[in-house]
T-cell receptor, first 112, second 112 residues
Framework: EAGVTQFPSHSVIEKGQTVTLRCDPI?????LYWYRRVMGKEIKFLLH????????ESGMPNNRFLAERTGGTYSTLKVQPAELEDSGVYFC??????????FGEGSWLTVV | AQRVTQPEKLLSVFKGAPVELKCNYS??????LFWYVQYSRQRLQLLLR??SRESIKGFTADLNKGETSFHLKKPFAQEEDSAMYYC??????????????FGQGTRLTINP
């Protein structure tokens, strides 16, 4: 069974540019989460989808971040415009209700 | 406020020695507690959760509500235990989902 896959694995962009991160959850998982770890900080929750609906987006840092999950399958997280402090690792995870959360390998974002 | 504290960023022990990774939490209710592990070049994965009371790879963790702790222990460390370990709590479950709050992580190194 394929795990949670994320693309790109690494991205280097200039301040002010746009980056879109993609996550493909495990097939059949209704719950999809985005987390991130910025340098020196703990992994923090960004938001949670149940199918195509945003269940909780309380962790989204500001309106430069936009997450979508059209059709309830894959999800994208867009950062526009990117700032230096957005650099870090963005993790996607998925789960079935009340079951183990499975994480992707992460997308490393560097804003220069 | 929900918080997870892992006081040790780095922990180094010799092979065969006992290991204890400390985790303290603050939460007013009854959270669910987890330990996640990330081996080199691998994705973050669940090691164990307190409700299952399992021993995984020789590791155990006991939830102490009085001390609000969930320390991870192993009696005899092995070199393959070297990894990054994260303690996490889930404050509530909405529609079967878990919103994880992570500690900063402890990098465990087992010396031969």
């Amino acid at each position: 069974e394929a795990g949670v896959t994320q693309f790109p694995s690494h991205s280097v962009i200039e301040k002010g540019q746009t980056v879109t991160l993609r996550c493909d959850p495990i097939s059949g998982h209704d719950n999809l989460y985005w987390y991130r770890r910025v340098m020196g900080k703990e992994i923090k929750f960004l938001l949670h989808f149940v199918k195509e609906s945003k269940q909780d987006e309380s962790g989204m840092p500001n309106n430069r971040f936009l997450a979508e999950r059209t059709g309830g399958t894959y999800s994208t997280l867009k950062v526009q415009p990117a700032e230096l402090e957005d650099s870090g690792v963005y993790f996607c995870a998925s789960s079935q209700p009340e079951n183990t959360i499975y994480f992707g390998e992460g997308s490393w974002l560097t804003v220069v | 406020a929900q918080r997870v504290t892992q006081p040790e960023k780095l922990l180094s022990v010799f092979k065969g020695a006992p290991v204890e990774l400390k985790c303290n939490y603050s939460y007013s209710g009854s959270p669910e507690l987890f330990w996640y592990v990330q081996y080199s070049r691998q994705r973050l994965q669940l090691l164990l959760r307190h409700i299952s009371r399992e021993s995984i790879k020789g590791f155990t963790a006991d939830l102490n509500k009085g001390e609000t702790s969930f320390h991870l222990k192993k009696p005899f460390a092995q070199e393959e235990d070297s990894a990054m370990y994260y303690c996490a709590l889930s404050p509530h479950i909405i529609q079967g989902a878990q919103k994880l709050v992570f500690g900063q992580g402890t990098r465990l190194t087992i010396n031969p």
